[in-house]
């Protein structure tokens, strides 16, 4: 058993608080992921591998770093690095961390909220933690005056969720 860095009362070994004066434990750390040479997917795929093999990791908090790409029908985000401030907890987590890339192609553009839902409604226990992204575009200005019409749109939302590690399982971090 270990005591409280305020005033010395004694804590449980997971405890993130203090019972006695409600002091925070533990303390603040940071870890920044930069993709390098990696493709984006075997990017995220580390990210995600990093997560599960620190069950310890608790209380994230996440920043992204995108930035554009050409494609062949229309330009794109690209996930450059994330940053993520944790804290450590003695024992194991109840929830897991994980980061999936969702995106969707078409000639009209769709909405991002609704890409999020759906992926929510096939992953129920999947608690969002933080999104970005939006919807790039290539066609001529007229079509994109119209609302996007017979312009190529890539919609892409990247979503930093958690789940419960004992109900949840790890495909929930696969796009």
Request: charged share 20%; hydrophobic share 40%.
């Amino acid at each position: 058993m270990r005591t409280c860095k305020s005033c010395n009362a004694p804590i449980g070994d997971g405890d993130i608080f203090c019972s006695a004066c409600g002091q925070r434990q533990a303390e603040r750390r940071s870890q920044v992921f930069g993709r390098k040479n990696l493709r984006e997917a075997e990017f995220i795929a580390k990210i995600n591998e990093w997560f599960a093999m620190y069950p310890q990791v608790a209380n994230v908090t996440c920043e992204f770093d995108l930035g554009y790409g050409l494609g062949a029908l229309v330009n794109r985000r690209v996930l450059n690095a994330l940053a993520i401030q944790y804290e450590t907890l003695s024992g194991t987590n109840l929830y897991q961390y994980g980061l999936v890339h969702l995106q969707n192609f078409g000639l009209v553009q769709k909405d991002l909220d609704k890409m999020l839902k759906q992926w929510q409604q096939a992953n129920p226990e999947a608690v969002v933690i933080k999104t970005v992204g939006g919807v790039c575009q290539r066609g001529d200005p007229l079509s994109l005056a119209l609302g996007g019409v017979m312009a190529t749109n890539r919609m892409q939302l990247y979503v930093f969720f958690k789940f419960n590690r004992q109900t949840g399982t790890a495909e929930k971090c696969k796009s």
